[in-house]
């Protein structure tokens, strides 16, 4: 078992002491799919975030390769981030001034990362090659998604962390999508996290866990 990515009793308070994720412990291993399903306001989101590297953990550890993330310098932790993560964004993020090929290949600009996807072939698996010109506001909701994940994957990331990445998509598009994730989990032995509300999301062998009220359990795991 080669483990990536693990967190220590991990647990977020804000500051008027509500304690949104409760401490937990994770681990993420190489080539695996995690699913955390859970209700709008579950803390879900907030977990994914810490893990990524996003959100530093009130009290307990991320370690990424045996290193503890948040205790690494800023310059370290923006290149594990940009190099090894790659985070699909529930509301996309992507910069309006830029082409959709640019938004796409914004990641590359800050690593020097020569194992990565071409643009041309996470388009084609994406089907967004006829809008590699236009700008966001051209693009409908789901065309921006699908953007927003080509940009997750062009570094060839190591863990990709994607926050409801199906939920501009209609179901045919959500299957496609889904379907790429996991295929190229198998082919690069990619880890895959996802948090989402949707049930059966993903049909591959996965772990599956459910986050309600900050607290998260092991549903199953069939892997």
């Known amino acids: 078992m080669s483990i990536v990515l693990?967190?220590?009793?991990?647990?977020?308070?804000?500051?008027?002491?509500?304690?949104?994720?409760?401490?937990?412990?994770?681990?993420?291993?190489?080539?695996?799919?995690?699913?955390?399903?859970?209700?709008?306001?579950?803390?879900?989101?907030?977990?994914?975030?810490?893990?990524?590297?996003?959100?530093?953990?009130?009290?307990?550890?991320?370690?990424?390769?045996?290193?503890?993330?948040?205790?690494?310098?800023?310059?370290?932790?923006?290149?594990?981030?940009?190099?090894?993560?790659?985070?699909?964004?529930?509301?996309?993020?992507?910069?309006?001034?830029?082409?959709?090929?640019?938004?796409?290949?914004?990641?590359?600009?800050?690593?020097?990362?020569?194992?990565?996807?071409?643009?041309?072939?996470?388009?084609?698996?994406?089907?967004?090659e006829y809008l590699l010109e236009k700008k966001p506001h051209q693009l409908s909701g789901g065309e921006q998604q699908r953007v927003a994940i080509a940009r997750a994957l062009i570094t060839l990331p190591e863990i990709i962390f994607a926050d409801e990445p199906t939920g501009n998509l209609d179901y045919a598009t959500t299957r496609k999508v889904v379907d790429l994730l996991c295929q190229l989990c198998s082919d690069y032995r990619l880890s895959l996290v996802i948090v989402t509300h949707e049930k059966n999301l993903i049909e591959n062998p996965h772990h599956l866990y459910t986050m309600q009220n900050g607290e998260l359990k092991v549903e199953r795991t069939n892997v």
């Open 6 to 128: 693990s967190a220590s009793r991990i647990s977020k308070t804000f500051s008027n002491e509500l304690e949104v994720i409760k401490p937990t412990s994770f681990e993420i291993e190489k080539g695996k799919i995690y699913v955390i399903e859970g209700k709008s306001g579950s803390g879900k989101s907030t977990f994914l975030s810490m893990l990524a590297g996003i959100e530093e953990p009130t009290l307990g550890k991320v370690f990424y390769r045996d290193r503890s993330l948040y205790d690494l310098n800023d310059n370290e932790q923006a290149r594990i981030r940009g190099e090894s993560f790659g985070f699909v964004f529930q509301s996309f993020h992507l910069i309006p001034e830029l082409s959709v090929k640019e938004n796409i290949e914004l990641p590359l600009m800050f690593n020097q990362k020569d194992n990565i996807f071409k643009t041309q072939y996470l388009a084609e698996r994406l089907e967004i």
